[in-house]
Every structure is written in C-alpha cells, then in structure tokens.
C-alpha cells in the first residue's frame, strides 16, 4: 500500500511545489496570518511540529545541521477511506511559524509548528523529503505510524515529527551516517505552543488524533 500511495504522493509534489509559488510569491503564512481564513468550507486543519535533531555518530554530541526550512512531510490517506494526499512544508496554503523561542542555540534551536487544511479523511505519515530539490533524500518512518482522522471544521493535531540525523565530521563538513523519524504525541504542549501562535484556535474544536479522542477548549 504505501510505495502505491508514495508514488501519488511524489507525483503530487511537483503541482504542490507550482501552486505553491503561484500563490504565496514570497516567504510563507504565519500561524497568526489574519489576511486568510482560519478555515475553509469542506475542510480541517491538521496541526504539527517538525523537530529536527542532529547528532554526530560516535559520540551523540549535537550539531548543527538543520535542513526543517526545505523538509516536506508527505500524508497519504489510509486505502478505502476519503480525503487526498497532502503536504506539510513551509510553503504554500500550509500556514507555519518557528516555536520554543527559549531555546534558540546553535543546534536543536526552535522548531517549526504548521496548520494545513486537509479533505476529511483517515491519513498516515508516508515519508519525508529532506534537503534542497537539487538533492532531496527520503526518509521514510521504520514502523507504521499512527492513523488520524480529520474532520470538517475541526482541527486535528497530528503528532510531533521528529526526526535524527547521525553524522560524521568529514573534509570540514558533517556526512550523514543514518536518518530516522517518527511520529511522537506530545499533544499539550505542542497545542499550548501552536495556540499562543494562533490565538483564533481559542474558538475551534481541537482533537488529539493520535489519543483517539476529542479534546474541547
């Protein structure tokens, strides 16, 4: 099922890449974005983060290696059920924002919160796409993630990204070694940022999709 899917997913990422300039001819959407709708008719908005952490390989030590500006998450929805594949990335009609302001660093600084309208559905985390479009690298999760379902007129948080690059200290740069990603619930504090982003959220219906359970204001 999923290299079926990943295919549509990787087709759809060349038109999503052209609407995308199309429509935004600049830098993206924030959160607190008040020019557009929070949300639109015939659709929910899916709410996550994308951690990105570098380590060198032998010793754990953090580096300083970040790519989150140019990583698209890719969803596909679960087979039999409705809704579209969509992309997560910082661009286009996804509205995304740096959050954890206190922990600015040199390496694991802030990282990004997104809202993306989806088509109501059951959807699952596919792959990543890391790295510029010269060059990009898949990096796919190493078991099944967990199923969401999105809802029209709802918001649904879908997980905090997370994904680890081990690397080695090759001719004065890093080379990766290993890349690895999962899909982690960490759903009140996530929300708590994304919220303080986004302040009209205070008036929408929020579900934990990963809890399997609605989670009202």
Known sequence: MRLS????SLALS?????LSACETGGPARRLDDT?????KPGY???ATTLIERSRLYR???PIAVMSVGTTMAFYSPVRGSDGSAFVVQPRGETR???VNPDQPGKADRGYMAFLTPVKPGKYYLNTLLVGPMSHQESVRPKKEEPVFEVREGEVTYAGSVQMLTLAELSRGGYE???KSVEVVDEYAKDMALIRAKE???STVTIRNGLARQAVSN
């Not at 020019?35 to 949300?39: A, F, G, K």
């Open 5 to 8: 899917t990943f295919a549509r």
């Open 14 to 18: 060349t038109v999503v890449l052209c």
């Open 35 to 39: 020019s557009v709708p929070l949300m």
């Open 44 to 46: 929910g908005l899916v």
């Open 59 to 61: 010793t754990d030590q």
């Open 96 to 98: 995304a924002s740096w």
């Open 176 to 178: 990766p070694v290993r």
């Open 199 to 201: 302040p009209r959220l």
